[in-house]
C-alpha cells in the first residue's frame, strides 16, 4: 500500500514537470478535410505561432473521406502522449453520430476536448456566369432550368438549410459532396458546381473581382467586408442559421497538465492582437480562443451542444451552439 501511494505521489509530482518541460519534438496535427480547406489553413497558421513560442513544428497531416469519419477515427487510434492534436469539423464531433447507423469511433468519449478556435463566416456564392443576384433569382433559375445546377456546402447545417430553402422554394438545385475547399472553389470556378456555400475566406476575392456572386451570409449581421450582402436574417431564414466552428481536441488519455498548457497557450496566441489582425481578421475567422474562460467553456458545452442535433438535422433546420 505505502509503495502504491509513494508511486501516486511519484506521478503527481511528474505531471508538471512534464508539462514544463513539453514539447520536445514535433507535435502532429490530424485534420478531417483535406489540404487548403479552413481547418488545414488555421491550423498551419496556428502552427506557425506555436512554434515561434515552443520552437518546435507543427506537421499537419490531413485525414479526409467518409464523411469526415476517417480523421475522427485516426485521431481516436492516436497516441495520447500529447503529441497528437486534432482540429475537427462538427461533423466528426456532434452530426455523425446521428446521421450514420454506426461510425467507429465515440466523439463523447475518445477525444479529451482543448479548445475551440474560430467560427467562420459563411457565404453563399455563385458563379457570375448564372447572372443571378438574389436567393429568389437563384430559385426562378433553377425553375426555368430543372436538373442543372448544382451546389456544395461546408457542413451539414448548411446543407440542411439548402434542403428547407428548395423545398419552401421549389428551386431544383442537386447537393454534390463536399470534399474539401480547395476542391469547391475549383468546381464553382469552372463552373461544374457553380453554387457553393462555405466560408468566406474563401471567396472574397472572387467576390472582388466579379468572378462568383454573393448572394447571402450566414450570420445575423452583416460582413463589414460584404455590406452589401443581406443576411439570411434579413431574408427571413435566421431560425436555421448555425455558425461553422471546429474543435481542437486530443486522444481521450492525453495527460491532463499538457492539455492545460495546449489550451492555455492558445488561448495567449487569441489574445494576442496582431495575430488576431493579421490571421484571423484576414481569413474572416472569428476567434473563440481569445479569453481561457471561453476556452474552457467548450469542453463543458460538449454535451450541450451535441444532444439537440438529433432532431434537427433530420428535419431540415440547425440550432445556434459554441456562443
Known sequence: MRRFVLALCVLGAAAPALAQDYPTRP?????????GGTSDVFMRVLGEELRKRWGQPIVVENRPGGAMNVGGRACADAPNDGYTICILPPETLAYNQFLFKQITYDPTKDFAPVTNPFFATQVMVVNASLNVRTLAELAALSKAKPGTLSYTAASIPLIAFMD?????????IVKVPFRGGAEAVN?????STPIAFFGLANWLSFIRNGTVNALAVGS??????????????????????????????????????????????FAAIGNDPDFRQKRMNRRRARA?????RTVRRFPENGPRCIGPYRSPIRHGAAVRCGR
Open 27 to 35: 507535435i502532429r496535427a490530424l485534420t478531417a478535410t483535406s489540404a
Open 164 to 172: 428547407k430553402w428548395t423545398r419552401e422554394t421549389g428551386a431544383d
Open 187 to 191: 468546381n464553382v470556378m469552372g463552373g
Open 220 to 265: 445575423t449581421k452583416r460582413s463589414p467586408l460584404l455590406p452589401d450582402v443581406p443576411t439570411l436574417t434579413e431574408l427571413g431564414y435566421g431560425q436555421n442559421l448555425t455558425r461553422l466552428y471546429f474543435g481542437i481536441v486530443a486522444p481521450t488519455g492525453a495527460p491532463d497538465a499538457i492539455v492545460h498548457k495546449l489550451r492555455d497557450s
Open 288 to 292: 473563440g480562443i481569445r479569453h481561457t
